[in-house]
């Protein structure tokens, strides 16, 4: 029988000749290997997949323009989710750290998705001196110099984010809503999570500092169908505008009631619900006029954007999310890094990897300039703001024609 | 809008909200009734009706909120995917029951329900592989008529609901009150021993109610997709559990009873979502809930079985 | 080859003695156990281990609520939630007031820490792990008794809706209060334990050794508990709680405790799980956990200590170990294969899919669990295994002491009405039971007779009236209370504990005779270990009373016992609480001639021990033989007393009893006589 221990080395000298997912590499190619936990199975599978496949596009493309020569991208795939927990497990994101940190092979990750798991991750892939990119969680604690010693134990920074924290979108957009569209009085909600509870807070903070009057406060439990009892307190009350912090989850389901309940009040969101999902899943004429945020700058008649958009389709045969994009980036991030690595005439290990993460410069990335603070915060803080306006001529669930884009969002 | 327009309009609210709790709740109830078994599969037997409505509707050529029908083809069209819907999901019950329940049937305690347990998984799993976890615009050919009471505001669409769910539970009492395999089910309630000696075949009584209780969960699914225009495979847990609570509410196997139950729950919801915020909306139901069966144990309309001996 | 191998390595091992074979697997088991991070120094697996360790301890408490007292808990990782916040409000950043000079002594302490991050000083907590521990148990066991309270009247599906409940507010309510629990977005810093020193810090192996010694501790209390006078409780309520109470469980008070020490247990997890994490969202306590954790129990075998253990382990390394890995393994078989498919399937999405349906499949095959419970039997001594048979009066009665029956009135029942709704079930009974009498109840069916006992025994209410035993009035008491006063019945209907064997069933009527609480019968203190004794030897007494009836079949289950046997056990457990009052409904129903003239003279040498004896009996010889005193009831009147031969002549009472038609048949054959 074979031990566990050989099966171990047996699988990673194997894995060392093939890749998952990608053209098989030349013999002599070495490997740079990346580990992604995501929550693959349970509830939010279907966003860990479209986040993860930004990254394997990524990787694929790397691979293929052999951007580093003498090394092929190889990537594992851990799932954060376990049937116990339904959906992702901080106790299984954990382990996975540990598996990631105790495979010397991988050299750098992309995850988690989210925040609860990254604070489950973050110690000990600290300890393992493993950095992580994540597309999505945007919590600010791990990366908040008051945790450092919580979550990077060993001084460097090795939690990376490719999307901005809360700590940005919620309050630009309090200051776009209450200067340009000169709101008076808000209700605000947000859907239980991590994402969605921090961007509210944060936008509730600096709108009421702006002056506005916050008619009310509520929580939407994601899981549940029924909004229409909240929006119906929320029309009797009549404020200017409505604020969701939130995903899509309770995003599209708020969308389809509040357009049946009040359609002509202003209502505005964060990222979470900005992208070809909501589209699809709020339809027209719900998500009509909905004012959204993007934590990138918008350059006007880019093609990136959609070119992404036509090979993400093409290879997944789905349309990307936003996070399909900050995966991609990251993994971009990732593939910069080592090169510099390789270039410096350095082996791609992992602390020469985080090292150089650091130091990484994207000018003109799919979501715009990336570099990083030296807490791992992406520096570019530009908000974007767009509106949905129909535009019959295009396909209804294309972000790129369904969002017009409304200008910078001010910063706080 | 005044208080009272807000109350009128909350209590529309509760009463849409009601009508699609009580058929669900009036699932778990029957299965109940005659097996003492709490079903978890019919959550998500819920949520593949929605997705199945989704499909048939889309065949249909449904998209979205853009097709709007009226006449007859509406009626055509909604009373098709009804009947197909209805008849697939008790399909797929019945299944369930046959294979997979039945050969546990004389198995004490919570094996069976263990087992509904594994068999909501698999069901959510395989919607969950093959449709995705993103929300869905469930086609819905209505045409957006809404009268105004006042201030508030009452939609075609809730009034349907509400014919739809009368309609449904006036039929299912009928079909337990009055026909032979009613009263068969209600003996089979009462006692199954007995039952079984007085010539009523179990078996065929069970497979009855639940195909009975997954059509029902199938009609309520699609009732769901026409009432929020949306279909998505986590929908299953929360409707179920309210329901679920809405069946013991009212007291479990009993059919007024989940009725009466389905309607407070979704009543309670709108109030309390009106009142103490969305936030607590669970806490009020199962708080509610809590104080019910501490002063009532047997749920509101349930008798309080004599101890068995 | 290899079997003969395995049978030659085997058999010296099952040569040994049960007992040693069984202490001898316990000690290579620990020894595997604590060698296996040492063995395999893989991290994330080991942490893996750390994770099923706890979910078994998790399972363990569910255990004792759902296998042991049978109460069907669906909201159990409540507990899990609230052990948890406990442990990471006091010791992480959340929670930080402004310092004030009487958080010193804390200080000192050590229980918190002065913190400044620019501002006023702060107050950081930082609660040893060692003792949130033990506290975290106490805590949450007063919730468990908090969320238990309410739902004591419930039957058991309610009670599995109300705990469902209380499962989903708890985690909404952590979510709610963001000031303290950070909310969604989950507590930071939650500290890790120290040793002497030593910070655990993230390495997984410490934590894998801490879990398995919760693991090995709450097995152990979980099995003492078990096999003592709280688990044979527990077994009672959960087989039948009307029979428990009348048999002196309380059952308020023991339905608490199950859910208080299966809460303990939830708690000590809670704290040991986010130490380990040092993160906690309310996302990590909702209804799936504790679904899955029922059926962890249920895959091990509810009740079955040992099992629930294999249950969780096993499940929790399905979903966190062997399904992933299988992928894995698959892509290195696609590899060796040259199988293109097999190389890039992406086995991680069909993980809960396949474990659903591995999940219906063990239900269809293993319902039992995979180790069904199995519970250690008491032995009994020589020569009570070695009881001949004998006919006649009581066998053995050099054991058992004589009873003092003591002077004035054992019952004294006055004008006692029952009514349910609108029937009248009693109506103003007056009986005297004079200390040390027998007295029969007859009567009709229908007539009152069973209803009199419930209401003696506190299983009914009476509208009115007074009942007095030795003075002490029984009305408003309840049924185990009235067993403790010395009042003990059977049922008509046989209400025995239908999966526990006699030993148990005889010994769980000695359970108002006994007071160990749960700490004495975990710890096996010198004076629960001569109770327990002393319970055995008086059981073992009473079933020697029988001759050879039980004795042999102590170990049995009773469900299996013939119908005679059956009525046999129930009378010995009704012996075995020492009452002064006994109460027999119908004791010879539904046995042969033989055996109801043997169960008279044995009830016959029960008085002659100086028992009182009420006895509800429609065999007349049978009455005759017994009663000093014959009371006769007819829809719910008392119509006649007397001795048997005065009641026998009675016509009033041959009417009510034989119908008018018999009634005129005797007489016709009376006057032919």
């Given at each position: 029988m074979i031990s566990r221990r050989t099966t171990f080395k047996v699988a990673a000298a194997i894995t060392a000749a093939s890749t998952i997912g990608i053209e098989a590499a030349h013999a002599a190619d070495k490997v740079i290997k990346v580990g992604m936990s995501m929550s693959f199975t349970g509830a939010d599978a279907d966003s860990a997949a479209r986040t993860a496949s930004g990254a394997i596009l990524a990787f694929e493309e790397a691979n293929a323009a052999k951007t580093i020569k003498g090394y092929t991208f190889e990537f594992i795939k851990l799932d954060d989710a376990t049937a116990t927990a339904g959906q992702y497990d901080p106790a299984q994101a954990a382990t996975n750290a540990r598996k990631m940190v105790s495979d010397?092979?991988?050299v750098a990750a992309l995850g988690p998705q989210m925040s609860g798991a990254g604070k489950a991750m973050a110690p000990i892939l600290s300890a393992g001196n493993l950095a992580t990119i994540t597309p999505?969680?945007?919590?600010?604690d791990i990366t908040d110099p008051k945790f450092a010693a919580q979550y990077k134990p060993n001084g460097k920074a090795i939690y990376f984010r490719t999307v901005a924290t809360d700590a940005f979108q919620g309050p630009n957009m309090a200051n776009f809503m209450a200067d340009k569209l000169k709101v008076k009085t808000i209700f605000i909600l947000d859907d239980s999570g991590a994402y969605g509870v921090g961007i509210a807070d944060a936008f509730q903070g600096q709108i009421e500092k702006k002056g506005v009057k916050v008619l009310g406060r509520d929580r939407l439990d994601p899981k549940a169908a029924d909004y229409a009892a909240i929006l119906t307190k929320i029309k009797a009350l009549n404020p200017d505008a409505l604020y969701y912090g939130g995903v899509n989850q309770a995003g599209v389901k708020l969308m389809k009631q509040s357009y049946d309940i009040m359609p002509k009040m202003i209502k505005a969101g964060g990222d979470g619900i900005y992208g070809g999902d909501t589209l699809k899943g709020a339809g027209f004429p719900a998500v009509d006029g909905w004012y959204v945020t993007n934590a990138s700058p918008h350059v006007t008649e880019d093609p990136k954007a959609s070119k992404f958009t036509t090979a993400f389709k093409k290879r997944f045969d789905v349309f990307p999310i936003d996070y399909s994009a900050t995966c991609y980036v990251g993994a971009q991030v990732i593939i910069a890094a080592a090169k510099k690595v390789v270039d410096s005439g350095k082996e791609p290990t992992r602390d020469a990897i985080r090292d150089a993460i650091g130091g990484i410069k994207l000018a003109d990335s799919l979501i715009g300039p990336v570099s990083f603070d030296e807490n791992g915060d992406?520096?570019?803080k530009v908000i974007s703001v767009f509106q949905v306006k129909q535009?019959?001529?295009?396909?209804?669930?294309d972000p790129d024609s369904q969002f017009k884009y409304d200008g910078v969002a001010p910063a706080a | 809008m005044t208080s009272g327009d807000l109350l009128l309009q909350q209590t529309i609210n509760g009463l849409s909200l009601g009508s699609m709790y009580a058929l669900l709740a009036l699932g778990f109830t029957l299965v109940y009734g005659i097996m003492e078994l709490i079903n978890f599969s019919h959550f998500n037997v819920f949520m593949v009706g929605s997705m199945i409505a989704m499909l048939i509707l889309q065949a249909f050529g449904v998209v979205g909120q853009e097709t709007v029908m009226t006449g007859l083809p509406l009626v055509g069209v909604l009373v098709a995917t009804f009947a197909v819907t209805m008849v697939l999901c008790g399909g797929i019950g019945v299944g369930i029951e046959r294979y997979l329940l039945r050969p546990l049937r004389s198995v004490k305690g919570p094996a069976v329900m263990i087992t509904t347990i594994g068999v909501s998984y698999v069901l959510f799993n395989i919607v969950l592989l093959t449709l995705g976890t993103d929300a869905k615009n469930f086609p819905n050919p209505l045409p957006p008529i809404l009268y105004n009471i006042g201030g508030a505001v009452l939609r075609l669409r809730e009034i349907l609901i509400w014919v739809i769910a009368l309609g449904l539970m006036g039929a299912l009492t009928f079909l337990v009150r009055y026909t032979k395999i009613g009263r068969a089910m209600r003996a089979t309630a009462q006692d199954p021993d007995a039952a079984r000696m007085m010539g009523v075949e179990v078996d065929r009584v069970v497979m009855v109610a639940f195909f009975l209780s997954s059509a029902l969960a199938g009609a309520s699914g699609m009732i769901f997709g026409l009432y929020y225009n949306l279909a998505k495979v986590d929908i299953g847990f929360a409707a179920g559990l309210r329901a679920f609570t809405a069946a013991v509410l009212g007291g479990i196997g009993n059919v007024p009873g989940a009725m009466l139950g389905g309607v407070i729950i979704g009543l309670i919801e709108a109030m309390s979502g009106q009142v103490v915020g969305t936030a607590w909306t669970d806490v009020v139901i199962f708080g509610l809930l809590v104080l019910v069966l501490v002063f009532r144990p047997a749920g509101l309309l349930g008798r309080i079985a004599p101890n068995k001996s | 080859m290899v079997s003969s191998a395995i049978a030659y390595v085997s058999r010296p091992f099952m040569a040994l003695a049960p007992e040693k074979r069984h202490a001898l697997s316990l000690v290579v088991l620990a020894l595997v156990l604590l060698a296996f991070p040492m063995l395999h120094d893989n991290d994330a697996d080991i942490d893996t281990a750390a994770n099923a360790l706890s979910y078994a301890t998790l399972a363990l408490g569910l255990n004792i609520v759902v296998g042991f007292a049978g109460l069907l808990d669906l909201g159990y990782a409540a507990f899990f939630a609230i052990g948890a916040y406990y442990y990471g409000i006091f010791t992480s950043f959340q929670v930080m007031p402004i310092w004030h000079d009487w958080w010193a002594p804390f200080q000192a302490l050590g229980f918190v820490e002065k913190l400044n991050q620019g501002g006023p000083d702060l107050v950081h907590f930082t609660l040893s792990f060692w003792i949130a521990l033990p506290t975290a148990a106490v805590v949450s066991a007063f919730f468990g008794v908090l969320f238990g309270a309410p739902t004591l009247r419930l039957r058991g599906d309610y009670l599995a809706i109300v705990t469902l409940g209380f499962g989903e507010i708890v985690p909404i309510v952590a979510r709610n209060i963001d000031s303290v629990t950070n909310g969604a977005a989950g507590l930071n810093g939650i500290q890790a334990p120290k040793l002497l020193g030593y910070n655990f810090g993230i390495d997984a192996m410490p934590y894998y050794y801490v879990g398995l010694v919760l693991v090995a501790l709450l097995i152990f209390v979980s099995t003492r508990l078990r096999d003592s006078r709280i688990g044979r409780a527990w077994m009672a309520l959960r087989e039948d709680e009307t029979a428990a109470s009348a048999m002196g469980i309380n059952l308020v008070r023991f339905k608490l405790l199950a859910f208080a020490i299966g809460a303990a247990f939830a708690g000590m997890t809670g704290v040991y799980f986010v130490a380990k994490l040092q993160t906690a969202t309310p996302e990590m306590f909702n209804f799936n956990v504790s679904s899955m954790l029922l059926v962890m129990v249920v895959l091990g075998g509810m009740g079955s200590v040992w099992g629930v253990v294999v249950g969780a382990v096993l499940l929790q390394l399905m979903q966190t170990w062997f399904l992933p890995q299988l992928s894995e393994w698959l892509h290195m078989l696609g590899s060796l294969l040259g199988n293109e498919t097999l190389r890039n399937v992406d086995m991680v999405q069909w993980t809960q899919l396949l474990f659903g349906i591995i999940l219906i499949g063990m239900m269809l095959f293993r319902r039992d669990g995979l180790i069904p419970a199995t519970r250690k039997v008491p032995l009994l001594n020589f020569a009570a295994q070695h009881a001949e048979i004998r006919r006649g009066g009581f066998a053995n009665l050099e054991n058992i002491p004589r009873w003092n029956p003591g002077t004035g009135n054992a019952l004294e029942i006055r004008d006692v009405t029952v009514k349910f709704g609108g029937l009248v079930?009693?109506?103003?009974i007056n009986i005297t039971l004079p200390a040390g009498g027998v007295v029969a109840v007859i009567g009709p069916n229908g007539s009152g007779k069973s209803t009199l006992f419930n209401v003696i025994t506190g299983l009914v209410e009476a509208q009115s009236g007074s009942i007095k035993s030795y003075g002490v009035e029984l009305l408003g008491l309840l049924p185990h209370q009235i067993l403790e006063l010395g009042v003990a019945r059977t049922f008509q209907n046989i209400r025995l504990f239908p999966n526990l064997s006699v030993l148990e069933n005889v010994l769980i009527g000695q359970h108002a005779r006994l007071s160990s609480g749960p700490f004495a019968s975990v710890l096996h203190t010198p004076h629960n270990r001569a109770e327990e004794a002393r319970a055995l030897t008086w059981v073992s007494n009473i079933l020697a009373m029988f001759g050879n009836r039980l004795t042999p079949r102590a170990a049995q289950a009773v469900g299996g016992l013939s119908y005679a046997n059956r009525r046999r056990v129930e009378i010995a457990r009704a012996l075995a609480s020492r009452p002064k009052i006994l109460l027999l409904d119908?004791?010879?129903?539904?046995?042969?001639p033989a055996e109801t003239l043997e169960l008279a003279e044995q009830i016959k040498s029960l008085h002659d021990l100086g028992l009182t004896i009420l006895i509800i009996e429609h065999k007349l010889d049978v009455v005759t033989k017994l009663a000093d005193h014959v009371i006769v009831l007819d829809h719910g009147d008392k119509i006649a007393e007397g001795t048997p031969d005065v009641v026998r002549r009675n016509e009033q009472v041959l009417t009510a009893y034989l119908g008018r038609a018999a009634r005129a048949a005797i007489q016709e054959t009376a006057n032919v006589g």
């Open positions: 010397k092979a991988i999505s969680s945007t919590n600010p992406v520096t570019n535009d019959k001529s295009k396909p209804l669930d | - | 079930a009693l109506n103003a119908e004791p010879t129903a539904g046995m042969n």
